[in-house]
């Protein structure tokens, strides 16, 4: 099994430009979410789905689009890409909402720099 | 809102313990937690649901009370490979949406 796979693993935009980060997983979960981190902070969610087609917002969702047509695929995009977007992103996956003995497998994140 | 870890960061010499608590002003489901190496995604540890009970993985284990909406992290006889950042996430509603503490440091010295 590859886990949960993010791609690209590296990343710089121009201010302004759009790109989407592509986030697979393998393992039927249902259950995904987009975080980001900032350097020496912890994780905050952008975006979660609890299944395919259904999606909602997380604590800082401005400036990100996601969807999710099939179970194993949750792309996020940024629509206009600013300074403030550099980070680490990383996608998330659990069998269910983590109301179970299920925690997060995490991908291996997407480094982003935006100049 | 997210929950507050404590200590930011500890130092540790091998084979000493520590303890790292998460608090949440909400009523939680279940806290889980994970640890994250330098330059590297976050390493799911455990999860614990409400009810209060203590789980075990290696050397560490975990509570969670309930009441208290508090969860603490034990490492015992810790080893160099214990080194790295810790994370809580909590989950405070059905949707099953996780929010993270800001870690805490971890650093084991010989």
């Known amino acids: 099994n590859a886990g949960v796979t993010q791609t690209p693993k590296f990343q710089v935009l121009k201010t302004g430009q759009s790109m989407t980060l592509q986030c697979a997983q393998d393992?039927?979960?249902?259950?995904m979410s987009w975080y980001r981190q900032d350097p020496g902070m912890g994780l905050r969610l952008i975006h979660y789905?609890?299944?395919?087609?259904?999606?909602d917002q997380g604590e800082v969702p401005n400036g990100y689009n996601v969807s999710r047509s099939t179970t194993e695929d949750f792309p996020l995009r940024l629509l206009s890409a600013a300074p403030s977007q550099t980070s680490v992103y990383f996608c998330?996956?659990?069998?269910?909402?983590?109301?179970?003995?299920?925690?997060?497998?995490f991908g291996s994140g997407t480094r982003l720099t935006v100049v | 809102q997210q929950p507050v870890q404590s200590p930011q960061a500890v130092i540790l010499r091998e084979g000493e313990d520590a303890v790292i608590n998460c608090s949440s002003s909400?009523?939680?489901?279940?806290v889980h937690w994970y640890r994250q190496k330098h330059g590297e995604a976050p390493v799911f540890l455990m999860i614990?649901?409400?009810?209060?009970e203590q789980k075990g993985h290696e050397k560490i284990s975990a509570s969670f009370n309930e009441k208290k909406q508090q969860s603490s992290l034990y490492l015992t006889a810790s080893q160099l490979s214990y080194s790295g950042t810790y994370f809580c996430?909590?989950?405070?509603?059905?949707?099953?949406?996780?929010?993270f503490g800001d870690g805490t440091t971890l650093t084991v010295k010989p």
């Open positions: 998330a996956s659990s069998s269910n909402n983590l109301l179970a003995n299920y925690g997060y497998t």
């Open positions: 393992m039927n979960h249902e259950y």
């Open positions: 996430g909590t989950v405070s509603n059905n949707a099953g949406k996780s929010t």
């Open positions: 614990l649901l409400k009810g209060g």
């Open positions: 789905s609890v299944g395919a087609g259904i999606t």
């Open positions: 909400k009523a939680l489901y279940s």
